[in-house]
């Protein structure tokens, strides 16, 4: 067995604490890199989380927000001949009941976008009435003219 060569045995120790500090330094720019990307990800997400919840609330406030309300109502065409139909379209949000007076042809119910006929015989104002189940309640008339 050959005696272990002690000039190669202390260059290795000479070497060795240079190459600690190497592999801790390279050791510590890599956590960096992984950091500063996590870090980076992260608050890309906190921003696409921020401008969603944006968007989410612009459209709950264009649906009334939480309180009952009366998105649409329209008839088409606003003057006829007696005997004609008309087509009433109405949305309501946030609603539990829905009516029109006086009663179209159709059975109405709470829609984002719903049209029902009616036949008016006479000069006639139809009235919606939204309510929420706490009994809050919009309204909106529309007339129409039958020559």
């Known amino acids: 067995m050959a005696a272990p060569d002690h000039e190669s045995d202390s260059l290795i120790r000479k070497l060795l604490p240079f190459t600690t500090v190497g592999v801790v330094l390279a050791a510590i720019y890599v956590g960096y890199i992984f950091y500063s990307r996590w870090s980076e990800n992260r608050e890309a997400q906190e921003k696409a989380h921020q401008q969603e919840f944006s968007q989410v609330k612009k459209t709950v406030d ?78 909106q008339s529309l007339a129409i003219k039958v020559q």
């Open 62 to 139: 264009a649906y009334g927000g939480g309180k009952v309300t009366v998105l649409n109502f329209s008839i088409n065409p606003a003057a006829v001949h007696r005997g004609e139909k008309v087509s009433i379209c109405y949305g309501v949000s946030n609603a539990k009941t829905v009516t029109i007076d006086p009663k179209p042809d159709g059975d109405v119910w709470p829609s984002l976008s719903r049209c029902v006929d009616a036949t008016p015989a006479r000069d006639t104002t139809y009235t919606i009435t939204a309510t929420d189940e706490n009994g809050q309640t919009e309204k």
